[in-house]
T-cell receptor, first 115, second 115 residues
């Protein structure tokens, strides 16, 4: 079945450091790929998405590129802030004969940014 | 605030009991999804409804059922509860199902504790 693998952390960085959170996937066909963020006590929010190979999703300084050849969708940010501290989930949306199914999530990466 | 509401926020019940979780989607959204977040299994897709009809099923147990009503709100029924059903249950909504084109907006979740 479909699956998403990401580093679980926690990942601890200093403010203004460069961030990479790795994400790889297994899916049949051509899934759409997403990064969601969950702040403490809240639901998930969509951070960015890419729907086809070589697409780059970007939002709030975060970027990720859909790499079909390496089945990856790594999340990057050039300079993190304390307010970026949260749990980040990589996810895919696969398609069956009847259309799109629900999201398949990775385990989540807990990111801690220290001042 | 995503516009998706879930009630109750917290629920504590005993093993063997039955509970109902309620979700109201964002205004205009026809599709509702249910997800379970637990420490063991992570975030898992349970079931999806579109305009009152079941659209896709994920890892939903036979003891669980759901429905979407004509006013588009949805209920998730969990019966014969076990300790392992303790989790955060999220509802999400979107304009229409999938294809990566329609963002899923997540509610704040219902935390279920089975004692």
């Amino acid at each position: 079945g479909d699956s998403v693998t990401q580093m679980e952390g926690p990942v601890t960085l200093s403010e203004e450091a460069f961030l990479t959170i790795n994400c790889t996937y297994t899916a049949t066909g051509y899934p759409s790929l997403f990064w969601y963020v969950q702040y403490p006590g809240e639901g998930l929010q969509l951070l960015l998405k890419a729907t086809k190979a070589d697409d780059k999703g970007s939002n709030k300084g975060f970027e990720a590129t859909y790499r079909k050849e390496t089945t990856s969708f790594h999340l990057e940010k050039g300079s993190v802030q304390v307010s970026d501290s949260a749990v980040y989930f990589c996810a895919l949306e696969a398609y069956s004969g009847g259309g799109a199914d629900g999201l398949t999530f990775g385990k989540g990466t807990h990111l801690i940014i220290q001042p | 605030d995503s516009g998706v509401t879930q009630t109750p926020k917290h629920l504590i019940t005993a093993t063997g009991q039955r509970v109902t979780l309620r979700c109201s989607p964002r205004s205009g959204d026809l599709s509702v999804y249910w997800y379970q977040q637990s420490l063991d299994q992570g975030l898992q897709f349970l079931i999806q409804y579109y305009n009152g009809e079941e659209r896709a099923k994920g890892n939903i147990l036979e003891r669980f059922s759901a429905q979407q009503f004509p006013d588009l709100h949805s209920e998730l029924n969990l019966s014969s509860l076990e300790l392992g059903d303790s989790a955060l249950y999220f509802c999400a909504s979107s304009v229409a199902p999938g294809a990566g084109a329609y963002e899923q907006y997540f509610g704040p979740g219902t935390r279920l504790t089975v004692t």
